[in-house]
C-alpha cells in the first residue's frame, strides 16, 4: 500500500464531500450545510477537552445544526482517503485498520462510538464502525473484522431503515470497551 496521495487539500476536499453527503442524508439537500470540518481535523477539540471544556468539535466531522447532532452525538467521525488503497492492506494482520483502530479509537471521548469514512481514488465510499445489534438486519453486504467492526459501503449504510431505526434507539457503548 502506498501513502497517502494528494496531501492536506485531498484530505481536506475528502471531508467537505463527506460533509455534504452526510447533509443531504439528513435534509436531502446540500445547503444549507448541517455538518462541516472541525477545526484543525478534530485536534481544537481535543486540546479543549483536555483542559476539562465541553466541546462538539470531535473527529473531522461536527454538526453545525441541530439536525444532525442525532448523528454526531453518538459518532466520532474520521476520514481518510488514500491514492492507492487495497483491501488485503486492511485486514492483515497489523494493517491499516489496526494502524487506524490504535491511533483514532485513543481520541473518541467517552459516550461516543468511533465511525470511520474511508476511500482511495476512483472508488466507492466505505464506512467502518463498530458492529451493532442493527446489523442483524441489515440486508446490504459487509465485512466483519475482528468480530467487532463491521466495513461496508457508506451509500448502502446511510440509505438502510435498519440503521436509521437503530440511530434512533441505540444506547452508546464506550468503542473503547469494543476495541479492547
Known amino acids: 500500500m502506498k501513502s497517502k496521495g494528494g496531501g492536506k487539500g485531498k484530505g481536506i476536499a ?14 436531502g439537500s446540500e445547503r444549507p450545510e ?9 485536534g481544537t477539540g481535543i486540546q479543549l477537552r483536555r483542559r476539562g471544556v465541553e466541546t462538539k468539535m470531535d473527529g473531522d466531522i461536527m454538526s453545525i445544526d441541530e439536525k444532525g447532532e442525532f448523528f454526531t452525538s453518538k ?24 494502524d487506524w483502530l490504535r491511533v483514532d479509537v ?12 474511508f476511500k482511495k481514488n476512483r ?4 464506512a467502518l464502525l463498530p458492529l451493532s445489534d442493527f446489523v442483524k438486519k441489515y440486508d446490504k453486504h459487509f465485512f ?5 467492526w463491521m466495513i461496508c459501503l457508506l451509500e448502502d449504510l446511510l440509505s438502510d431503515s435498519n440503521f436509521h ?13 469494543i476495541s479492547s
Open 144 to 148: 466483519i473484522f475482528d468480530k467487532k
Open 14 to 27: 475528502f471531508e467537505l464531500e463527506i460533509c455534504r453527503r452526510l447533509t443531504k442524508w439528513v435534509t
Open 34 to 42: 448541517v455538518f462541516w470540518r472541525t477545526s484543525l481535523s478534530g
Open 106 to 117: 485513543e481520541k473518541v471521548p467517552p459516550g461516543k462510538e468511533f465511525f470511520l469514512i
Open 165 to 177: 431505526r437503530y440511530l434512533d434507539v441505540a444506547e452508546v457503548q464506550s468503542v473503547k470497551e
Open 75 to 98: 459518532y466520532y467521525i474520521e476520514c481518510r482517503s488514500y491514492k492507492d488503497l487495497r483491501f488485503e492492506d486492511l485486514l492483515k494482520e497489523q494493517g491499516l485498520l489496526d
Open 123 to 126: 472508488s466507492p465510499v466505505y
